[in-house]
């Protein structure tokens, strides 16, 4: 499954049908709004299933990237790449992680959609959560700059990187859960699951007390991430178009899911024997965190990794429903709509 998972995901291929646009428009766009630039540009169009499109862009001199959002009819507030380059501009400001963004183009007129163009970063991504290219003896490394990487994002003075407003401080959970439930219970054609029934009932009755405001990811997965191309050191973070403000350990539960995730649903150590692979155990991933965000402990954690499991599901859910109206048809979307149910169960699994 991990080498299929590498091979579908990594590199590029020719732009997909649907996808094309002006490479000419584009390239007069960049020579007026891109420092340096200069043509003659190719285009190629990377493998991996991003919700926003994203393209690799070749020079004589350098490459690029090109993120933007997809053609045709969106929903409202959807694809919202201005956030992107948003948190990316800010986070950059904090010495954070992130790929250089050179410009964003909120004019329709030259490609078809809003887009942005940020720097290549040369490295490597792991698309297995058990680092099978690695050695054993490396692996804690590289499960400690993950670590080490996500404490660092919550751990950013968000107002000072001009993020005040970036999303709604406080009342995370509450919103979230009321969120993706309305979401669920209103795609009627997608079904009902008992176990989604029940979490719909518990956690917003079990919500733990206390309130934080951080940057989150919302997607913080190995696979989100480039690592330096031989040492352990995290150069980017990836795909940031479910961030926000919100509550830190939310999107911390979100990244150590690993341990509990089956890797046929998506990158997770499910089934994995850490100790022969020498991967850090959940409970000191934990302590790790926890060290490096000043906590003596992460009371309730259970509750944020069934918040975690739920929000997937509901996503999921989502999935399933558009592959049965037909607007969803690639295998991703068929496979995603199937593991539902094991992730609604996963999700309650957590608090028994």
């Known amino acids: 499954m991990s080498g299929d998972a590498q091979e579908a995901n990594e590199g590029t291929t020719q732009v997909r049908p649907g996808f094309a646009f002006d490479e000419a428009a584009l390239s007069r ?4 709004h891109v420092p340096d630039f200069e043509g003659p540009l190719s285009v190629e169009q990377f493998k991996g299933g991003q919700s926003n499109p994203t393209y690799k862009l070749v020079t004589p001199g350098r490459s690029y990237v090109l993120r933007r959002k997809p053609p045709g009819q969106l929903l409202k507030g959807a694809h919202a790449v201005d956030r992107e380059v948003a948190v ?12 250089h963004v ?4 909120t004019d329709d007129s030259v490609i078809g959609t809003w887009f942005y163009i940020m720097d290549l970063v040369e490295g490597r991504i792991f698309w297995d959560a058990t680092i099978p290219q690695v ?27 001009g993020l005040g407003d970036y999303g709604r401080p406080g009342n995370y959970f509450e919103r979230q859960i009321g969120r993706w439930s309305k979401q669920y219970l209103e795609d009627t054609e997608a079904g009902r699951d008992p176990a989604m029934d029940r979490l719909i009932d518990w956690l917003p009755a079990n919500i733990p007390p206390g309130d934080e405001t951080a940057i989150v990811h919302g997607d913080f997965r190995i696979d989100n991430m480039i690592f330096h191309p031989t040492e352990p050191r995290i150069v980017a973070v990836l795909d940031w178009e479910l961030s926000t403000l919100g509550h830190p350990l939310a999107d ?3 990244n ?11 990158a997770g150590l499910g089934g994995a024997d850490l100790a022969a692979l020498n991967i850090p155990s959940e409970a000191d991933y934990i302590a790790a965190y926890c060290a490096r965000t000043g906590r003596a402990s992460i009371p309730d954690y259970r509750f944020y990794t069934a918040f975690n499991f739920f929000r997937l599901a509901a996503i999921f859910h989502g999935i399933k429903g558009r592959v049965i109206r037909g607007t969803a048809s690639s295998q991703q979307a068929e496979d995603r709509a199937r593991v539902f149910p094991e992730l609604a169960e996963l999700a309650w699994r957590q608090l028994s």
Not at 102 to 105: D, G, K, P
Not at 138 to 155: Q, S
């Open 29 to 32: 766009w960049m020579a007026d």
């Open 256 to 266: 150590a899911m690993m341990y509990h995730m089956p890797p046929h649903i998506v």
């Open 102 to 105: 050179h410009a964003l183009c």
């Open 88 to 99: 990316l501009t800010g986070l950059e400001k904090a010495s954070f992680p992130v790929a």
């Open 135 to 161: 050695s054993a003896a490396e692996r804690p490394a590289y499960f400690d700059a993950m670590n080490a990487t996500i404490a660092a994002l919550h751990n950013v003075d968000y107002a000072a990187v």
């Open 252 to 254: 911390f539960a979100y």
